[in-house]
Structure formats: structure tokens, C-alpha cells
């Protein structure tokens, strides 16, 4: 049984929303800043990878670093929290690229 509250609901939850594993994975490699972010990503508006980093940084998955230059500099990279939801991450994504097709095709035959 999943409560409101329990554990694997928090992981569910925090996997489900659409933006959310699509960043982490983008900083697999390491800090970047959100224009390479935004790159990397493709089709995210710079104001909903902000609001993502923010999630990700309160749920502590993600961390950022100011730098003091000028132009000020900001790069964001994974915690070792972060780090330890890539293997799942990783793991849905083969999970899609295998059976994408067969669920684009149920949805198909159910329309």
C-alpha cells in the first residue's frame, strides 16, 4: 500500500514530474549553467528550468554555485543524493526506448 506519506511515493513523485529527470540527466556530466542546461535539454523555457533547479535544489538533488565575476556566472550540478536517482533515471529511459513503440501503438488501438 502507497500512503500519502511514504517513501516510495516521495520517489514516484519526484520521477513523475515531467521536467524533473530530464535535468537531472542533463547534469550527469557534471555543473553547467542554465543556458547549457537549456541546450541541453531542448524545449524547456529558461522560466520552467528555473522553477525545476529550485525544486530539485529543495528536494537536495541539485546544488548551485555563484560565482562573483562579471557577468555573474551561476552553475548548477548534482548532489550525491542527486547522483544516486541516475541509475532509475537510466533505467526508464531504456525501458522507454524499448517498449515506446508498443505504447504508442496500444494508444493507437485504443483511440
Given at each position: ?95 522507454a526506448h524499448t517498449h515506446?513503440d508498443d505504447v504508442l ?7
Amino acid at each position: 500500500m502507497f500512503i500519502a506519506d511514504c517513501q516510495a511515493r516521495l520517489a514516484f513523485d519526484l520521477l513523475a514530474h515531467t521536467w524533473n529527470p530530464v535535468v537531472l540527466w542533463a547534469l550527469r556530466h557534471g555543473p553547467a549553467r542554465p543556458a547549457d542546461l537549456r541546450r541541453r535539454v531542448g524545449g524547456i523555457s529558461s522560466k520552467v528550468l528555473n522553477e525545476t533547479l529550485r525544486r530539485l535544489e529543495h528536494h537536495g538533488l541539485v546544488t548551485h554555485r555563484r560565482y562573483r565575476e562579471a557577468p555573474p556566472r551561476v552553475e548548477y550540478e548534482l548532489t550525491a543524493l542527486g547522483r544516486t536517482l541516475l541509475p532509475a533515471i537510466e533505467a526508464l529511459g531504456d525501458w522507454a526506448h524499448t517498449h515506446g513503440d508498443d505504447v504508442l501503438a496500444a494508444q493507437d488501438r485504443h483511440d
